[in-house]
């Protein structure tokens, strides 16, 4: 978990604490901050998905094309936009949304070393890194937590 962490503190501190607050200052719209952060996410982690993932290593938790693999990420990564981008709005915390974006990547060991095996068949329904059914939680998840903050605007203003 360490090692994913540390990772994750520099990560989120690009995309959330430097990119989101930088489009924040740029522009009101917070679906146009989602859709830059998670277009740069997705291009910032492009070559990983594309040349340095191991095929084997990304079947274990996309059975299908690195091609498919891509486009399904860049929805997935722009949900999981949504929801960070809504608890750093919230709380105005970096910490909770490495917590966070950690807890998510702690899947991976689980997954990839065999402890929680997904059918193939099933993956594109229920894997939580992939699945439809655990991306639309996700997006009501953050769908939700934008409710909560836009309400609380407009009892500020």
């Not at 989602?34 to 084997?56: K, R, S, T």
């Not at 059918?119 to 009501?140: C, M, R």
Request: charged letters at 15%; hydrophobic letters at 55%; a positive charge.
């Amino acid at each position: 978990f360490l090692p994913i962490f540390i990772k994750n503190i520099l990560e989120e501190t690009a995309f959330r604490g430097y990119l989101t607050v930088k489009m924040e200052q740029l522009t009101q719209n917070e679906w146009v901050i989602y859709l830059v952060v998670a277009f740069v996410c997705q291009i910032w982690h492009l070559p990983y998905n594309l040349v340095f993932l191991d095929d084997a290593y990304q079947a274990t938790f996309f059975p299908y094309s690195k091609v498919l693999f891509v486009l399904v990420s860049f929805v997935v990564i722009a949900v999981w936009t949504i929801m960070y981008t809504e608890i750093f709005f919230l709380s105005r915390s970096l910490l909770l949304v490495v917590l966070m974006h950690s807890m998510k990547d702690a899947l991976n060991p689980l997954i990839s070393e065999g402890f929680t095996v997904i059918s193939p068949d099933k993956t594109l329904l229920v894997s939580p890194l992939f699945g439809v059914i655990p991306t639309l939680i996700y997006l009501a998840i953050g769908l939700y937590l934008r409710r909560i903050r836009k309400s609380k605007e407009r009892l500020h203003s």
